[in-house]
């Protein structure tokens, strides 16, 4: 039998600037123990990063185009549909709510740089063997109303879990299942930390089934467009987007 926990934090309001590690340490460092996992909504980490543009400054679509790795095209009620940090994002991540001075906040610059960075320190502070670290973020899914939990970036336990020549009930090898365990976790982090004035910006989670490690990759969990099963749909919006207008 496994088992899963997440326990969201709430505390005080993280202002630009602030010191990131000292702010989770102080906050959750008493509650750590092995195995936990730490998870951190991305937008506390912008902040701490000064990742802000006023809104004086640039309009959104110029922005989205600057910010964003690829732009793909333009849906539903203006939204851009963006790659960004091997993510399919609306704007490339960028954010307007929760904002102390109304600015757009930027996604992370290095979101695994951030995630080691926060991981060994915390590490290092607790003196545990064992510890991880999940930078969180809201998504959307195709077809589906709401918004759930993703996983932008991690460190210090692996992000998928093979479960590649295991047998199923009826005793078949299983040829091709593998276990987003970054994503699984995550979405059980932002269901208990929110999405409006919770002040919540932080969650401890515990899972029976994490491989814990130091050798954490930033690519681990991503998949090539080319490779990807929807990549068909979204070669095609490339495509069409590259096409020149009128043809």
Same mark, same amino acid.
């Given at each position: 039998?496994?088992?899963?926990?997440?326990?969201?934090?709430?505390?005080?309001?993280?202002?630009?600037?602030?010191?990131?590690?000292?702010?989770?340490?102080?906050?959750?460092?008493?509650?750590?123990?092995?195995?936990?996992?730490?998870?951190?909504?991305?937008?506390?980490?912008?902040?701490?990063?000064?990742?802000?543009?006023?809104?004086?400054?640039?309009?959104?679509?110029?922005?989205?185009?600057?910010?964003?790795?690829?732009?793909?095209?333009? =849906?539903?009620?203006? *939204?851009?549909?963006? /790659?960004?940090?091997?993510?399919? +994002?609306?704007? !490339?991540?960028? #954010? @307007? $709510?929760?904002?102390?001075?109304?600015?757009?906040?930027?996604?992370?610059?290095?979101?695994?740089?951030?995630?080691?960075?926060?991981?060994?320190?915390?590490?290092?502070?607790?003196?545990?063997?064992?510890?991880?670290?999940?930078?969180?973020?809201?998504?959307?899914?195709?077809?589906?109303?709401?918004?759930?939990?993703?996983?932008?970036?991690?460190?210090?336990?692996?992000?998928?879990?093979?479960?590649?020549?295991?047998?199923?009930?009826?005793?078949?090898?299983?040829?091709? =299942?593998?276990?987003? *365990?970054?994503?699984? /976790?995550?979405?059980?982090?932002? +269901?208990?930390? !929110?999405?409006? #004035? @919770? $002040?919540?910006?932080?969650?401890?989670?515990?899972?029976?089934?994490?491989?814990?490690?130091?050798?954490?990759?930033?690519?681990?969990?991503?998949?090539?467009?080319?490779?990807?099963?929807?990549?068909?749909?979204?070669?095609?919006?490339?495509?069409?987007?590259?096409?020149?207008?009128?043809?």
């Amino acid at each position: 039998m496994s088992r899963l926990s997440a326990v969201a934090v709430r505390t005080s309001i993280f202002h630009t600037g602030q010191d990131l590690e000292k702010f989770v340490w102080e906050n959750v460092g008493g509650q750590l123990a092995e195995n936990d996992v730490v998870a951190v909504t991305s937008k506390i980490v912008s902040l701490a990063e000064n990742r802000l543009v006023s809104r004086a400054e640039t309009s959104k679509a110029e922005l989205v185009n600057r910010e964003s790795d690829e732009f793909l095209c333009e =849906t539903s009620f203006g *939204v851009m549909l963006t /790659l960004k940090h091997g993510l399919l +994002l609306p704007s !490339g991540g960028i #954010d @307007e $709510s929760n904002s102390e001075r109304d600015d757009f906040i930027l996604y992370p610059r290095d979101p695994h740089h951030s995630a080691r960075r926060l991981g060994e320190e915390l590490r290092q502070r607790s003196g545990l063997k064992n510890l991880g670290v999940i930078l969180t973020d809201s998504h959307t899914t195709p077809l589906r109303k709401g918004v759930t939990g993703i996983g932008l970036a991690h460190w210090g336990f692996r992000a998928i879990r093979s479960e590649v020549g295991r047998k199923d009930l009826f005793g078949r090898k299983l040829k091709m =299942t593998t276990i987003n *365990v970054l994503d699984a /976790l995550s979405v059980a982090a932002v +269901l208990t930390m !929110g999405e409006r #004035d @919770e $002040s919540q910006p932080l969650a401890i989670l515990q899972y029976d089934k994490i491989e814990f490690t130091t050798q954490t990759a930033s690519d681990e969990i991503k998949i090539p467009l080319e490779e990807d099963l929807y990549g068909p749909l979204l070669l095609a919006l490339r495509r069409r987007e590259r096409e020149p207008r009128g043809s």
